[in-house]
């Protein structure tokens, strides 16, 4: 229910705290009414501007991670990798972020969430030097093992748990899954123009007869630039993201452990299938089999993200009407099939099309499977929610890239994309059978 006050009859007061229901009464009447319009189109009008801080980082991110995704195949074949040392690489990457995960989530009620996103965005500047300056395995892979580079389309890194729990500090709890929605298309969008841009450095090498290899190290100091942007703008969080643990609490995680082992052990299948086909290894797997370019790559992920990144905002709509657990499977279902047609189809535009036809439906579970996490289980154990749900997720997604970089090794037909449907499909029947009935207490307004 909103309550409408008008501020003008108010006599005057010191400032209120900057809470939901302040913010909300600002709409009527106050200064900053256009700007809160504004606002009301592209964020939910409960938002606050720590939300709005929290979406910009997250775009800034998702385009740092949607070049290196596609650059980073590329950049280290040319440096002499093979398959199955790009998956181990990729592997590092992604042990490497479910281990810090789990750090942060667990001890972010002590530490503060703005001073380890701090701590982040000093990582990955540190990170894009690394890849940058590095050219043998070993040294590349501590690295990768350390640092925050995402071969996925999907947010995979330490700054997941600590973003989602701030942002759900941010935002009305009924807006909860509207607000997820926005997040994953902010990350998503820029994601696919990060795709697109992955391309150009090596445009710009063949125009002007530079070094190919030169020039795609280029992009990972743009990605140390972003971390160095991303550390600006966290900077200037307030301390209302943050929460106090009741007393009552002893552990970052009671009340809601049964619940969210289970939604751990069932994200963590989902994530196995999705490690076949993160956004690197299908990079590499079109590489293989179709000779693509990384220009036309580029070109491919960019409407592949575009597509999951639109399709994210009906992900509130239907969820207010079938419930987030039915919108997380049969949304899933449909995408996973057409993830296998497409390791079956003979030529490049077939395969295409199938991936596109994917990509279309593939993500609008993500902001209802954010958000129904954090509906379920109380406030102070929100960031330890999101990181027992993620890190299981990040190590199983994890163990896929070596089997896959071997597949690739042995045939350039879409072993990885099978298995990923499979696993995805026995996932998506599995959620429904365990979780279909439980239904958070706002979702019927989520």
């Given at each position: 229910?909103?309550?409408?006050?008008?501020?003008?009859?108010?006599?005057?007061?010191?400032?209120?705290?900057?809470?939901?229901?302040?913010?909300?009464?600002?709409?009527?009447?106050?200064?900053?009414?256009?700007?809160?319009?504004?606002?009301g189109?592209?964020?939910?009008?409960?938002?606050?501007?720590?939300?709005?801080?929290?979406?910009?980082?997250?775009?800034?991110?998702?385009?740092?991670?949607?070049?290196?995704?596609?650059?980073?195949?590329?950049?280290?074949?040319?440096?002499?990798?093979?398959?199955?040392?790009?998956?181990?690489?990729?592997?590092?990457?992604?042990?490497?972020?479910?281990?810090?995960?789990?750090?942060?989530?667990?001890?972010?009620?002590?530490?503060?969430?703005?001073?380890?996103?701090?701590?982040?965005?000093?990582?990955?500047?540190?990170?894009?030097?690394?890849?940058?300056?590095?050219?043998?395995?070993?040294?590349?892979?501590?690295?990768?093992?350390?640092?925050?580079?995402?071969?996925?389309?999907?947010?995979?890194?330490?700054?997941?748990p600590?973003?989602?729990a701030?942002?759900?500090?941010?935002?009305?709890?009924?807006?909860?899954?509207?607000?997820?929605?926005?997040?994953?298309v902010?990350?998503?969008?820029?994601?696919?123009?990060?795709?697109?841009?992955?391309?150009?450095?090596?445009?710009?090498?063949?125009?002007?007869?530079?070094?190919?290899?030169?020039?795609?190290?280029?992009?990972?100091?743009?990605?140390?630039?972003?971390?160095?942007?991303?550390?600006?703008?966290?900077?200037?969080?307030?301390?209302?993201?943050?929460?106090?643990?009741?007393?009552?609490?002893?552990?970052?995680?009671?009340?809601?452990?049964?619940?969210?082992?289970?939604?751990?052990?069932?994200?963590s299948?989902?994530?196995?299938?999705?490690?076949?086909?993160?956004?690197?290894?299908?990079?590499?797997w079109?590489?293989?089999?179709?000779?693509?370019?990384?220009?036309?790559?580029?070109?491919l992920?960019?409407?592949?993200?575009?597509?999951?990144?639109?399709?994210?905002?009906?992900?509130?709509?239907?969820?207010?009407?079938?419930?987030?657990?039915?919108?997380?499977?049969?949304?899933?279902?449909?995408?996973?099939?057409?993830?296998?047609l497409?390791?079956?189809?003979?030529?490049?535009?077939?395969?295409?099309?199938?991936?596109?036809a994917?990509?279309?439906?593939?993500?609008?579970?993500?902001?209802?499977?954010?958000?129904?996490?954090?509906?379920?289980?109380?406030?102070?154990?929100?960031?330890?929610?999101?990181?027992?749900?993620?890190?299981p997720?990040?190590?199983?997604?994890?163990?896929?890239?070596?089997?896959?970089?071997?597949?690739?090794?042995?045939?350039?037909?879409?072993?990885?994309?099978?298995?990923?449907?499979?696993?995805?499909?026995?996932?998506?029947?599995l959620?429904?059978?365990?979780?279909?009935?439980?239904?958070?207490?706002?979702?019927?307004?989520a």
């Amino acid at each position: 229910m909103e309550v409408r006050i008008d501020i003008r009859a108010r006599a005057p007061e010191a400032a209120p705290r900057r809470t939901f229901s302040t913010v909300r009464m600002k709409h009527h009447g106050s200064p900053d009414k256009a700007m809160n319009a504004r606002a009301g189109f592209l964020v939910p009008v409960s938002a606050t501007p720590d939300a709005m801080r929290l979406l910009a980082s997250r775009a800034l991110r998702g385009f740092a991670d949607g070049t290196v995704s596609v650059l980073l195949p590329s950049y280290l074949t040319a440096i002499g990798f093979t398959s199955s040392e790009i998956g181990a690489i990729i592997f590092g990457t992604l042990f490497g972020s479910a281990t810090f995960t789990l750090g942060v989530g667990l001890t972010a009620h002590r530490i503060g969430r703005r001073r380890l996103l701090l701590g982040a965005s000093i990582l990955m500047l540190a990170t894009g030097v690394g890849f940058a300056t590095l050219t043998t395995f070993w040294p590349l892979f501590v690295v990768a093992v350390i640092g925050t580079v995402n071969p996925s389309v999907g947010d995979v890194s330490l700054f997941l748990p600590i973003e989602q729990a701030a942002l759900a500090e941010s935002i009305a709890p009924r807006e909860l899954t509207a607000m997820f929605s926005r997040y994953n298309v902010a990350g998503a969008f820029a994601g696919a123009l990060g795709a697109l841009a992955s391309g150009v450095p090596a445009a710009i090498a063949a125009r002007h007869g530079w070094s190919t290899l030169a020039a795609q190290r280029g992009g990972f100091f743009m990605y140390s630039a972003i971390g160095l942007m991303t550390g600006l703008i966290y900077w200037k969080l307030t301390h209302a993201i943050e929460t106090k643990a009741s007393p009552d609490v002893v552990t970052p995680l009671t009340r809601s452990r049964a619940t969210v082992f289970k939604l751990a052990a069932l994200f963590s299948l989902d994530s196995m299938g999705g490690g076949f086909v993160i956004q690197s290894l299908l990079a590499l797997w079109l590489f293989r089999r179709f000779n693509l370019s990384i220009q036309a790559t580029g070109l491919l992920f960019f409407c592949m993200n575009l597509l999951g990144a639109l399709s994210q905002f009906g992900s509130s709509w239907l969820a207010a009407r079938i419930g987030r657990v039915n919108t997380m499977a049969y949304t899933h279902l449909p995408s996973n099939a057409f993830l296998i047609l497409a390791a079956l189809m003979p030529g490049v535009g077939s395969t295409i099309a199938c991936l596109l036809a994917r990509a279309s439906i593939s993500s609008m579970d993500v902001p209802a499977r954010q958000s129904y996490v954090m509906a379920v289980v109380p406030p102070e154990e929100r960031a330890a929610a999101a990181s027992v749900t993620n890190v299981p997720r990040s190590l199983a997604t994890a163990l896929a890239p070596l089997p896959a970089g071997a597949m690739l090794d042995a045939t350039t037909f879409g072993w990885p994309l099978v298995c990923a449907g499979v696993l995805k499909i026995i996932y998506d029947l599995l959620l429904l059978a365990q979780f279909r009935s439980v239904r958070p207490a706002d979702e019927q307004i989520a």
